[in-house]
């Protein structure tokens, strides 16, 4: 469609994004890490709809109500405590997560509320214990630039991550309390977005602000939605919209949609449908109401100090655009590393390792390349990966390396071990075969196939010995021997 049809139809659409600040939980100090491991115990309970402070309903909440479903929640000894559990009221808010939030809604030019009431959204489709979301609206009225044209910020607020769903069926779903509770802000823009175009610019200009800030990084970390509406109809909200080039064709897709219901005079909007690889979405559940959010009354009002304000104000981190970067790093290295690089935020603990270690595209598989592929090949969560291949664990290796201990061939197998479980320690001992023995056999294999070149002996070698030789040592061998 053309600028002008979008103009036409009065395509509106504001975009909300939730992204999982990295630090411990919102409002218990457990830690926020995401498990792979079996769980310690589980928790079976039920979640009833109940009336909000104005006395009605939210009719989300009665929809999940009436499936009558058991909820099963898994948990660990080491890191879950009864806040997660709803055994315990919520302990004070996490200062480090509010310090991140502000700086967020500052970056976004948003003015920020003095005293802030937490509330509680109810939420009962189960992912939530205690069946409701806390959650406060810490910033308002912001704005940001795209292309000249300013693009309103409607709020910021600060909540509580839900539970990862780990299965489902029609009576029962189970899930995991290791994400229950971890900090999520939450950017919700205007409807002042008039093209599917824009909508991307937005989205990408948002994921670089908050890559300047302490935010998670890698699959899971990040959702989006995107809310829309045409000819001044009731909105339709799309959850998991979670790619820039997926934006542009979902909005197209459910343009085409409402406009088929339009013909056929059906009403379109207040619902919550999901987004599909292909574009299409499918229906969720009705839109929630206002009904749905209450006071908490377990936390006192949250009181935003002027020196604390200020102290944030002061030390606002720098925001680097992706194409300067990009630029940057290109030079240096693979432009696709770079690339994966930025995505995956990745590049201030980047720059810190390659200033330490230097072996710059080394490093940049080690962050964002071997991680996903070790993740989809031992089919092991994105989320855990992350938290495996921590700056701790990259470094040890890197040491290691630099000690010549290991080679970097033996780099990603390291990884591999470490992500199934092994403990660093037994992951980086790597059977090297002895040097001795090393000549014997190079020697037999120029006895047994004489006049191939050093490349080809070289392929021998290492198929025979896969990974248990050092390909320098096996070189000055071959050259020695066919010299």
Same mark, same amino acid.
């Given at each position: ?6 103009? &036409? ?11 999982? /600040? ?12 995401? $498990? ?32 009558? &479903? ?49 509330? &509680? ?15 406060? /609206? ?78 998670? $990084?890698? /699959? ?52 919550? $449908? ?34 604390f304000l200020e102290e944030i104000k002061n030390n606002l981190p720098r925001i680097r655009l992706k194409e300067d970067t990009l630029n940057e790093l290109s030079q240096e290295m693979n432009k696709e590393l770079a690339k994966a690089i930025i995505i995956d935020g990745k590049l201030d603990l980047f720059e810190k390792l390659v ?94 196939k004489p006049g191939l070149g050093i490349n080809a002996y070289m392929g021998l070698i290492m198929q025979k010995h896969k990974g248990k030789v050092n390909a320098l040592e096996i070189v000055e061998i071959i050259k020695k021997n066919i010299g």
């Amino acid at each position: 469609m053309k600028e002008e049809d979008y103009s &036409r139809i009065k395509l509106k659409v504001g975009i909300e994004i939730h992204q999982q /600040l990295d630090t411990n939980k919102l409002f218990c100090e457990c830690p926020s890490t995401l $498990r792979q491991d079996n769980p310690n115990f589980k928790v079976k309970r039920k979640l009833r709809a109940v009336s909000g402070e104005e006395g009605t309903k939210d009719i989300a909440a009665e929809y999940e109500h009436f499936r009558e &479903r058991n909820f099963v929640y898994e948990g660990y000894n080491d890191t879950t405590c009864l806040v997660e559990l709803d055994e315990e009221p919520p302990h004070e808010i996490n200062k480090e997560a509010l310090k991140i939030a502000i700086q967020l809604a500052l970056m976004l030019n948003c003015g920020i509320n003095p005293v802030i009431q937490v509330m &509680r959204k109810t939420v009962v489709d189960g992912s939530n214990t205690s069946g409701f979301q806390r959650t406060l /609206l810490l910033a308002e009225k912001g704005f940001l630039e795209i292309d000249g044209e300013k693009i309103g910020i409607q709020s910021i607020c600060l909540e509580e991550d839900a539970c990862k769903k780990i299965s489902e069926n029609e009576k029962e779903v189970t899930y995991r309390l290791d994400r229950l509770g971890i900090p999520l802000v939450e950017i919700a823009t205007d409807p002042d977005i008039t093209n599917p175009e824009q909508a991307k610019k937005v989205s990408l200009r948002i994921g670089e602000i908050l890559r300047a800030c302490n935010v998670k $990084r890698g /699959l899971g970390t990040i959702r989006q939605d995107v809310n829309m509406s045409i000819q001044g109809k009731e909105r339709t909200e799309i959850k998991g919209v979670q790619e820039p080039d997926l934006i542009i064709k979902t909005i197209q897709t459910e343009i085409e949609r409402q406009k088929a219901l339009l013909e056929l005079k059906k009403p379109i909007g207040n619902e919550v $449908r999901k987004a599909n690889i292909d574009g299409s979405t499918t229906f969720l559940r009705p839109l929630p109401g206002k009904a749905r959010m209450y006071p908490e009354t377990d936390i006192p009002l949250i009181i935003i100090e002027k020196k604390f304000l200020e102290e944030i104000k002061n030390n606002l981190p720098r925001i680097r655009l992706k194409e300067d970067t990009l630029n940057e790093l290109s030079q240096e290295m693979n432009k696709e590393l770079a690339k994966a690089i930025i995505i995956d935020g990745k590049l201030d603990l980047f720059e810190k390792l390659v200033k330490i270690y230097g072996r710059n595209e080394l490093i940049a598989k080690m962050l964002s390349i071997w991680p996903k592929e070790i993740s989809s090949h031992e089919k092991i969560v994105a989320g855990y990966i992350e938290n495996v291949f921590d700056q701790k664990t990259i470094e040890r290796i890197l040491k290691t390396l630099n000690e010549k201990k290991i080679e970097e061939s033996d780099i990603k197998k390291i990884m591999g071990k470490i992500a199934k479980g092994s403990s660093i320690e037994r992951a980086l001992v790597v059977e090297k075969i002895d040097s001795g023995d090393l000549e014997k056999d190079i020697k037999q294999i120029i006895k047994e196939k004489p006049g191939l070149g050093i490349n080809a002996y070289m392929g021998l070698i290492m198929q025979k010995h896969k990974g248990k030789v050092n390909a320098l040592e096996i070189v000055e061998i071959i050259k020695k021997n066919i010299g």
